[in-house]
């Protein structure tokens, strides 16, 4: 399958042709390409050689970009034989990176989608130890080529970790409209993946009450969008979107705990004693808890809350 | 919704109940050995939920015939009775639970009038008032048409004087009922709902207009009657389309028939949702404000269910101050605010009931 080691100009490789690219771009390569300086190419590119002369890379995409960022106008390359197929080429992308590191999960799913062209699901699986490194049962191996049929930016936000795969594939079961404006929205927050999914349920659970598709959302409940616009730090929009969608799927439940966290804090009770209402209010149970680090701690918190029994307000939350 | 797929038990006599029921089907049943066989037929479909409602069962109870409701806990219950005399249901209402109770559901027809028969002589023998009921797990007159069993039941209950059957449904399936010698122990109870559950969520049910004049012609005819609002679904504008159903009620029937009308809000196993996302794609049941109730069923945010039962409550009162109204699965809170008591001694609803029952039923008050 392959020739010797041979060295070739960079220039005659075809280095826009990303057919065998698994991996995304790095955006930074300066340290690879000071390692190259220091210490010289250690794994050499494999390409495969056409037959106008050019080659192709299968492997080593970031380190030809190193070498053209030090000038270098020469590469020592492995070169595939003249008559392989671009089956195989994939299948060696696939396989030298899947059995030098674990293959990230948008390598996985770039790898999936290419090979899906050959191979049908079945044939994913019963090759996939031997290829990926890890055996992948016929369902994921679906999943992954939903999630990999979805618009750009999905890839890139899998890849930066601002969506899961578990939001990524409740996303692949909507319009292209509803998965464009959730990955938008996905592009400008961070969020764990329970919560991104907590998101997607609240917006399309509102939406479905509402009767509206979820990218008129904010407009047809007349809400500004936080998104929109310079907002601040980008923990802080989260939040503040994540508030908004609560609220827009639990109206009365948000309006409720917000009023009596108004009343608790109207009480004034000290920092050191704190008043927490039932969960969702379902029970009628308070709980009352302070935390001491002496006996005159606990007498002084103790008269905090024999005053607090005259406090009508205190009387009306725990009445009401 | 017609049957289309017969299974009968190979071991199962050919009595007057079987046969009466088979003649009426119109299908020749498939005689198993293995209950296995409807079950593998049932879950090589896609949606198994819609086959089961197609393929019925005939077998018999290999369980216990009557046994006592499975309440919850923290939440108050009314000690029902059961009669277990099937499963499953040819209708299908999206918020049924009975989609996610089975697995896989299966409509099951429990043939034996003569095992039923002498359960209920020994819960007639009892120094105690019965409430019984078959509508737990299906609806209770789904094959009165087809079927021997409601007559049967009708009459064997009208022989004692210490229980009342409970006939819950969304049919109006009272033709072989409405002329037996009920002797008052028989309740004809429906579910009801604002047309527009009915017509958006009810599939495969009468009108509520239907069940009304049901109600009104069994009430003809000496019958007692209950009401059930469960599930109220809360609902944009749904204070003005319950309280018109209420309005409604008593356009067809006088309160003084009525023995009990109960209310219970939707709440639903966390399972049955995806059931529903499934099955029924249009309903957006599920998308209320539901929080999860402690006993982990999911319920609508207290303050909503307080709301909707106290405009509910003043609608009925208004029209009916004496009928006894009680809560389908609710906290002591929600007792308190809305009909301003508590039933929280141990079996207190249930006595509270027993004693409706015997009074406009007529059974021996020195029982309870
Ligand atoms: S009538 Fe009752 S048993 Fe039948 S589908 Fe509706 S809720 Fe279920």
Known sequence: MFDTLREIHISDIDIRDERYRISPESENISFLSHSIKKMGLMNPPVVRPMDDGKFILISGFNRIKALQQNNESKVRVRSTDTHIDDYHCLLFAVATLAFKRPLTQVELIISIKRLSRYLDREDMTKISSAVFNTQLAQEFIDDLMNIGSLPSPALKLIHTGQLSLKSAKKLVRLDLDAISFFLDIFSKIRASASVQLELIQNILETSLREGVHPKSLFQELNLPNPLDGETVDMAIRTHHFRTLVFEQRYPVLSRTRQAVQDKIASVKLPGTIKLIPPENFESRKYSISFTVKNHEEFEKNIQHLTDALENMTLREILDS | MKIETLFMDNLLPL?????????????????????????????????????????????????????????????????????????????????????????????????????????????????????????????????????????????????????????????????????????????????????????????????????????????????????????????????????????????????????????????????????????????????????????????????LRIHIYKEMIAGLKAYAPDVFLYFCMEDEEVWEKCLGFFPGKERELGRLLDQCAAGRCNLNRALI
């Open chain 2, 15 to 303: 009595d007057d109940e079987t046969e009466y029921l088979i003649s009426r089907i119109h299908l020749k049943p498939q005689k198993i050995h293995d209950s296995g066989e409807v079950y593998d037929f049932i879950n090589q479909a896609d949606d198994p939920v819609s086959l089961a409602k197609k393929t019925l069962y005939i077998t018999q109870n290999k369980g216990a015939v009557i046994r006592n409701c499975p309440g919850t806990c923290h939440y108050t219950c009314c000690d029902y009775t059961i009669l277990h005399t099937g499963t499953f249901c040819t209708m299908d209402c999206a918020y049924c639970i009975l989609q996610a109770y089975f697995h896989p559901p299966v409509l099951q027809y429990f043939a034996g009038l003569d095992q039923i028969g002498q359960e209920l002589q020994a819960v007639f023998r009892q120094n105690k008032i019965f409430r019984i009921g078959t509508g737990e797990y299906t609806d209770s007159l789904i094959w009165e048409k087809v079927s021997l069993m409601p007559e049967f039941l009708v009459k064997t209950f009208a022989g004692q004087k210490n229980s009342v059957l409970e006939l819950k449904t969304k049919t109006v399936n009272i033709e072989s009922l409405i002329s037996l010698d009920h002797n008052e122990k028989t309740i004809m109870a429906w579910s009801l709902n604002t047309p527009e559950i009915i017509r958006s969520q009810e599939k495969g049910t009468a009108s509520l207009t239907a069940r009304l004049e049901a109600a009104k012609q069994a009430e003809s005819k000496g019958y007692r009657l209950a009401f059930h609002f469960d599930p109220i679904v809360i609902y944009p504008g749904c204070e003005d389309q319950y309280k018109k159903v209420i309005q409604k009620i008593f356009e067809y029937v006088r309160p003084e028939t009525i023995v009990w009308i109960s209310l219970g809000t939707f709440r639903f196993m966390p399972g049955l949702k995806a059931v529903i996302e499934k099955r029924f794609p249009e309903s957006t049941l599920c998308y209320g404000e539901f929080i999860q109730g402690l006993d982990n069923k999911m319920r609508y945010f207290k303050p």
